[in-house]
């Protein structure tokens, strides 16, 4: 049995419910995949994050499933820098000038 590690899935759809239709039919292509590849994810690293820069009301909750469990949604996402729901990058900015910070700190 192997395991997978740092699968993202990114869609773009003209509303949240497309969104989330293909999200979870994509997941259950991923699924059956792994299962063809005898492959597992950890499910409890899972997350779903819905990024829009739409100003408008609607519905911010999207719901994607993998076996049947809900995937939890999150407002922001650590991978290769933090993403955050809005695309502002501010928390990515804020963390690496922080890090600057310290090692600069820590040299002189």
């Not at 990114?10 to 059956?32: F, H, L, P």
């Not at 409890?44 to 809900?70: D, G, P, S």
């Not at 933090?82 to 502002?88: P, S, T, V």
Request: aromatic share 8%.
């Amino acid at each position: 049995m192997a395991f997978a590690d740092d699968l993202i899935l990114m869609i773009r759809a003209d509303s949240i419910s497309d969104a989330e239709n293909i999200a979870n039919v994509e997941m259950g292509k991923i699924t059956m995949w792994a299962e063809n590849n005898k492959t597992t994810f950890n499910e409890e690293k899972w997350r779903v994050m819905l990024m829009t820069r739409r100003k408008r009301k609607e519905r911010k909750e999207i719901l994607v499933c993998i076996n049947n469990k809900a995937i939890p949604q999150v407002q922001k996402l650590k991978y290769l820098g933090i993403f955050d729901n809005k695309l502002l990058f501010r928390e990515h900015i804020n963390y690496v000038a922080d890090k600057c910070k310290k090692t600069y700190i820590s040299t002189g």
